[in-house]
């Protein structure tokens, strides 16, 4: 089946980011094959695909964590193949596996996560008590997060990725293990991020995308098998996608 190329007629200046003819390997085996795909403010993109797919692979390589072997890749107007690091302190990630240090107290932490992320000294402690609040934290703000159940670990996440008030939000499988409740939650909340950055996030839940995004990538063995902002016969279309 052919790759699917981005047809949307995005303004080069208004991209946030910008991939043409990617590709990836580990161990001689592609893991990524001719990836394109263009992004911009405002927009919630869901990668939709079984795991093993690619899209934690594609995540990586948009957050400088992983190179890559061939292509172009842009994020914010930089070069991601010229300075990596760079790019790479302006966007927030939320890895699948949310690593936090469990001994320290919510606000400590946040306030660790603030100085890293470059906020100055006199903004740090307004930096956090905004974050308490927008990310609904303020009720747990006393615990260790060590003593929070699981949908408010993925709070304090989200919350030291938004820190540094990124352009770009990276969330990878950003629900999985949550329960019903937590769940909606957690979708409502990223819902209201999206107005003043672009936020990509990987799932292999079609509900998912259906209740957080604007716009589907269906990701299936490493490729692009289908680009839209239709979100209707979603199952469907994910169905015949992933199917060589």
Partial sequence: MRNIICKFNYSMANLTINIEHLY??????????????????????????????????????????????????????????????????????????????EDMYIVQYLQFMAKISGVPRPQRSERVEQMLDRIGLRPEADKRIRQLSKGYRQRVGLAQALMGNPRLLIL????????????????????????????????????????VCSRVVIISNGTIRDDSNDLSNLEQRFREKTID
Avoid: C
């Fill in 24 to 101: 990836k390997e580990i161990n001689h085996r592609r893991i990524l094959s001719d990836i394109s795909l263009q992004a911009r403010e405002g927009e919630v993109i869901g990668l939709l695909g079984p795991n093993g797919a690619g899209k934690s692979t594609l995540m990586k390589i948009i957050t400088g964590l992983w190179d890559f072997d061939g292509g172009k890749v842009e994020v914010l107007g930089n070069d991601m193949s010229v300075s990596p690091h760079a790019i790479a302190a302006k966007i927030g990630y939320l890895p699948e596996n949310n690593p936090l240090y």
């Fill in 172 to 211: 990878d499988e950003p629900t999985t293990g949550l329960d019903i409740n937590q769940l909606e939650e957690i979708r409502e909340l990223i819902k209201t991020l999206s107005y003043d950055r672009t936020i990509i996030l990987s799932t292999h839940i079609l509900q998912e995308i259906t209740a």
